[in-house]
């Protein structure tokens, strides 16, 4: 399965078609989750590098390769490119455009490497019709040139098995050579890349994937990648066998390549991609990888596993080893088939003979002896777990051929020993049944039984695994009982009882009018993560609908819920969907919901929250709450307004008039932030109404034009800097230090601009009123000679 990846478009723009709004090269466009620090990978590693001897040649477009790379960089990144030719704007040569997937997921790649996306159907070639680009869903493609292509290539090449066994020894070094970049030398990126995609191919896709490479880059020294890629007709790069600086050099124009100390693995994988089934050779990579078994250990394991092949006779022992001790994902998909290779009877063995035989016994091989091992493995662990407590952890797996008898005889010293146990032999005993699915009668386990309970009530920092346990329901009701009893005789531990023991008493169904199931779910609250506390509140909320008397239960359990926490959006719903219209609650449940709505800045979620609420009738807010969500509400429409290209002033100032200064206080930065991307009249109504705004919007509006000279800002700027011939109380808040800077910046501007962006700063004054317009015509005129003529009326230009 592969995943999702944020997708970039980086190109040449033209004014307002990409991200920073100017014109030139940058980020074009970028899907929703994508933000600074995906910038930054792609920039800084996968951008397509047009070499400048190409371009002063003028060569036709059709002429240049594209270019692929890859690299990790905290995230995972991968970029097609190609080269378009001239600028959108100046006619200049160097324009080009890469389009990159990015992801902080490895698992997104599913087990894809890198090298095998070349080709794939969803890289484009175009901008994006905006600046918003969509991203790549799971169920992508990738590119044709899979593990049976890449083997049909190195076997077509000369020398091809060599040529990939240098490459993969490389890559993988013996332990005492130093690791060394790769550089490859070609004119077409596809050699390079299936080469790439071979060698990665016998590497595991997790390791691969932090394996970067660029195909081609301009000068290897400054590329970070492990393999890089250059052309032999574009200069730059010097690197030649005889003199490799560092790189080893594969030269796929001569068919040559550096001397490489060969691995003995990098050989065997080599070989047997080339011998055996490309798909089953590369799915051995990764059970090697995943294996647990260092050295060639490992790639034992996963020829047995995989190809069937066993290892020499002295590796027979490690090998039976991973079937007992490997990860059990792994085990459980290739153990039957090893065990069809290695399985051999034995009545009686050691202990951990016996566990690695009980295993074996499980194959359709010797399903007669399987209970005989089984019981002789239980006598084993039992004198373990008394002499030590220790029991193995891996649930033992049910075999052919147990009976109840059989049964009956393994639990007969069981339960003796559990009589007389004390409570931390006894919890061993618990996980030794639970091990081999024995279920002893709890009513023939006094005293020992009763010790256990008391002693772990009076312990809740044991880390018992109960899951281990085969008898755990029994042995937790008896646990709930005693707790439940010294709840009831000191109600002030519920606190205190909840935060001990919610992790082991969370059970379903939860309801909520029994003081310690409130109690766990309580501090479960305190401790689960969102989406599982939605879960544990959804199945308490459908426990108290459906209970006899729904409506008190219903009010008890939201009481539990929500009385120390406010209701979120995703809660809110959850409540509209299960209980009915008007039916409201108690009010006392919205306390909280009321005072983070009332304090400042409220999350914009608890205003949706509310609103849910109150829509289907389960909440009626006090007056204080009721304005301050009308307050949040109309501060909502003034955002709107703002963000629209042609904000309606007079529905802007009407909405300000019912935002209440505490909240505009609270919310500073992000109305700054919508002040500078609005229009300047529309920023000038809400300074205002808003006067307090006057400072940070003129701190704002200064950062902007310290790198642009945006119409609206430089307008903007003008008027901050004369306000105090229309108001004195907000000229008073602009700093002296940002008066003189504003004051620079917009005479700068006049002075320097184009006469198309003169005009543009002139309509944004002239939105303001005619006072303003009067007062920028004499800015402009004292600042820029030779312009009067063409500010005045019916002047031309």
């Known amino acids: 399965m592969t995943g999702r990846f944020e997708s970039l478009i980086y190109t040449d723009c033209r004014q307002g078609q990409g991200l920073r709004g100017t014109p030139g090269l940058q980020f074009q466009a970028r899907s929703a989750g994508a933000d600074r620090s995906a910038e930054a990978v792609v920039q800084r590693n996968l951008l397509y590098e047009p070499p400048p001897r190409w371009m002063r040649e003028r060569r036709p477009v059709s002429e240049y390769p594209v270019s692929f790379a890859h690299v990790y960089d905290g995230l995972f990144a991968t970029a097609s490119g190609v080269y378009l030719g001239r600028e959108s704007v100046g006619g200049r040569e160097g324009n080009q455009l890469t389009h990159a997937i990015v992801t902080d997921d490895p698992a997104a790649y599913g087990l894809v490497r890198p090298a095998q996306l070349f080709g794939a159907p969803f890289w484009t070639v175009e901008p994006a019709p905006d600046t918003r680009c969509p991203r790549l869903e799971p169920g992508w493609q990738p590119g044709s040139f899979g593990a049976a292509e890449a083997r049909a290539f190195v076997h077509a090449a000369s020398d091809g098995a060599d040529?990939?066994?240098?490459?993969?020894?490389?890559?993988?070094?013996?332990a005492d050579e130093p690791s060394r970049r790769v550089l490859f030398v070609a004119r077409e990126p596809a050699e390079v890349l299936r080469w790439v995609t071979a060698a990665t191919l016998l590497l595991p896709q997790r390791e691969a994937l932090r394996i970067g490479f660029k195909v081609f880059t301009l000068n290897p020294a400054y590329a970070p990648q492990r393999i890089l890629a250059v052309h032999p007709d574009w200069g730059?790069?010097?690197?030649?066998?005889?003199?490799?600086?560092?790189?080893v050099v594969f030269d796929l124009v001569r068919h040559v390549w550096s001397r490489v100390v060969e691995t003995r693995a990098a050989r065997r994988w080599a070989e047997l991609f080339l011998a055996e089934d490309p798909l089953d050779v590369v799915d051995a990579v990764e059970v090697a990888a995943a294996s647990g078994v260092d050295g060639e250990g490992s790639a034992d394991v996963a020829l047995a596993a995989v190809l069937r092949r066993l290892p020499p006779r002295e590796q027979v022992a490690g090998l039976v080893r991973w079937l007992r001790k490997g990860p059990p994902p792994l085990v459980r998909r290739y153990g039957a088939g090893i065990v069809d290779l290695l399985v051999e009877a034995a009545p009686r063995w050691p202990v951990d003979v016996l566990r690695g035989l009980d295993d074996v016994s499980r194959a359709a091989t010797f399903p007669h002896r399987g209970a005989t091992v089984?019981?002789?493995l239980i006598d084993a662990e039992l004198r373990e777990a008394l002499a030590s407590g220790t029991v193995h952890e891996r649930a033992a797996p049910s075999i052919d051929g147990w009976t109840r008898a059989d049964e009956a005889r393994a639990l007969g010293p069981i339960s003796e020993a559990l009589r007389a146990a004390e409570p931390r032999r006894f919890e061993a005993l618990l996980r030794l049944c639970g091990r081999f699915g024995l279920k002893p009668p709890l009513g023939g386990l006094q005293p020992g039984l009763e010790r256990f309970v008391l002693d772990w009530a009076d312990h809740p920092d044991r880390a018992y695994r109960t899951e281990a346990w085969a008898c755990a329901e029994g042995v937790e009701r008896l646990l709930r009982?005693?707790?439940?009893?010294?709840?009831?005789?000191?109600?002030?531990?519920?606190?205190?009882?909840?935060?001990?023991?919610?992790?082991v008493l969370l059970r379903e169904p939860m309801r909520l009018d029994e003081p310690?199931?409130?109690?766990?779910?309580?501090a479960a609250l305190r401790h689960l993560p969102p989406v599982q506390q939605l879960d544990l509140i959804e199945q308490c909320l459908r426990t108290a609908v459906d209970a006899d008397r729904p409506a008190a239960l219903v009010n008890r359990t939201a009481a539990v819920i929500w009385t120390h926490r406010p209701v979120d959006l995703a809660e809110a719903h959850l409540l509209r969907r299960l209980l009915p219209r008007n039916a409201p609650l108690d009010p006392r449940i919205f306390a909280e919901l009321g005072a983070v709505l009332v304090g400042y800045p409220p999350h914009s979620e608890y205003l949706e929250a509310a609103l849910v609420l109150m829509a289907h009738g389960l909440w009626s807010p006090p007056p204080e709450v009721a304005r301050a969500i009308h307050g949040h509400r109309a501060l909502t429409v003034a955002l709107e307004q703002l963000a629209s290209p042609r904000p309606d002033i007079d529905e802007l100032t009407l909405a300000l008039r019912h935002v209440p200064a505490r909240l505009v206080a609270a919310r500073v930065r992000e109305l700054c932030d919508a002040l500078a991307a609005a229009p300047a009249a529309a920023a000038f109504a809400v300074l205002v109404h808003a006067p307090q705004l006057t400072e940070p919007c003129s701190r704002k509006i200064r950062g902007e034009l310290m790198g642009n000279s945006n119409p609206a800002h430089v307008a903007l700027a003008f008027v901050l800097v004369h306000i105090e011939r229309q108001s004195a109380t907000m000229a008073a808040m602009v700093q002296p230090g940002t008066h003189a800077d504003l004051d620079r910046m917009v005479r700068t501007a006049v002075i320097r601009c184009s006469q198309k962006r003169l005009?543009?700063?002139t309509a944004q004054v002239e939105a303001m009123g005619p006072m303003w317009l009067a007062r920028w015509r004499t800015l402009v005129r004292d600042n820029r000679r030779g312009l009067l003529r063409r500010l005045r009326p019916g002047g031309r230009g």
């Open 163 to 174: 040529l990939l066994t240098a490459l993969l020894s490389t890559l993988r070094p013996p």
């Open 236 to 247: 730059g790069a010097g690197a030649t066998l005889d003199n490799d600086q560092g790189y």
């Open 374 to 376: 089984r019981l002789a």
């Open 481 to 503: 009982r005693e707790l439940g009893q010294r709840l009831a005789a000191e109600p002030d531990i519920a606190y205190e009882l909840g935060d001990q023991w919610w992790d």
């Open 516 to 522: 310690l199931d409130a109690a766990v779910v309580e």
């Open 759 to 761: 005009d543009d700063m």
